[in-house]
C-alpha cells in the first residue's frame, strides 16, 4: 500500500486514533495546571456502573454528560449479561461500593434488530465450517432475553424488544449473583433500567429493578 492510497482520515483508522491522541496529549499539556490534569485523569472514583450497548452511537461518558474516572462502564452488543459482565459488576461494587447499576439499552439496537431477524440482507456473519459463530452464541443470548418467537404483536415491537431486552438483563443479574442480589435486598445497590433514544439524545429510565 502507498501513501497516495487516501487522504480520507477514516480509511486509515489507525493514524486517526494516533493524531486523536496526539490532540488530547496536547490539551492536556496546554492546561492550566498539566500535572492536576494528568491527576485527574488518573484518579478513579466511579459512583456508578453502566451496562451499556457497544453502539457507538452510546457511548455512556457522553450521554450522561460525566467526567473520567466517575463511571464504572462495560459494554457489549445489546448490554447482555453474561458471566463476564456480571463478575465485572460484582468487581465495581466490591472495588468502590458504587451504589447504583445502570442498565442503559437504546432504541435502533442493531443486536435486537438481529435477534428479532430484522438485519438487513449481508449484515449477518457467515457461518464457519461447523456452522456457528461467536456473533450467533450472542444472538442466542439476546434470543433467550426476548423470548423471540417472531410473532409481533405491539405497536413498536423493536422498541419493546429493546425495553424488555433490559428488564430482562436486570433479572438476570438479581438472578444469577448473589452478592448482587444481597445488596439490593439489603438497600445498598439499586439497579436501574433505562433507554437511549438515538434520534433525540433523551434517557428514559424504566424502573430500579428488584426481584
Ligand atoms: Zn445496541
Redesign the pocket.
Given at each position: 500500500m502507498t501513501d497516495q492510497a487516501t487522504s480520507d482520515p477514516d480509511a486509515r483508522p489507525l493514524d486517526r486514533l494516533r493524531a486523536g491522541n496526539a490532540r488530547f496529549l496536547d490539551r492536556i499539556a496546554e492546561s492550566d495546571d498539566p500535572d492536576a490534569a494528568a491527576a485527574a485523569l488518573a484518579a478513579a472514583d466511579p459512583y456508578a456502573i453502566v451496562l451499556g450497548?457497544?453502539?457507538s452511537r452510546?457511548p455512556p461518558e457522553l450521554v450522561f454528560d460525566e467526567s473520567v474516572g466517575r463511571l464504572f462502564v462495560i459494554r457489549v452488543?445489546?448490554?447482555v449479561a453474561g458471566n463476564e459482565e456480571i463478575g465485572t459488576i460484582e468487581y465495581a461494587v466490591a472495588r468502590w461500593g458504587c451504589p447504583l447499576v445502570v442498565v442503559l439499552?437504546?432504541t435502533q439496537?442493531?443486536?435486537?434488530a438481529a435477534a428479532m431477524e430484522r438485519l438487513p440482507a449481508g449484515a449477518e456473519p457467515t457461518p464457519d465450517a461447523t456452522g456457528s459463530t461467536h456473533l450467533g452464541m450472542l444472538l442466542g443470548s439476546i434470543r433467550a432475553n426476548l423470548g423471540w418467537t417472531g410473532h409481533e404483536t405491539v405497536n413498536d415491537p423493536w422498541l419493546s424488544a429493546v425495553r424488555m431486552n433490559v428488564r430482562r438483563t436486570i433479572e438476570q443479574i438479581l438472578l444469577w449473583s448473589v452478592p448482587l442480589r444481597s445488596r439490593v435486598g439489603e438497600g445498598r445497590l439499586a439497579i436501574a433500567g433505562a433507554v437511549y433514544a438515538v434520534e433525540t439524545g433523551e434517557v428514559e429510565f424504566l424502573e430500579v429493578g428488584r426481584s
Open positions: 450497548c457497544s453502539d452510546v452488543a445489546s448490554n439499552g437504546h439496537c442493531g443486536g435486537v
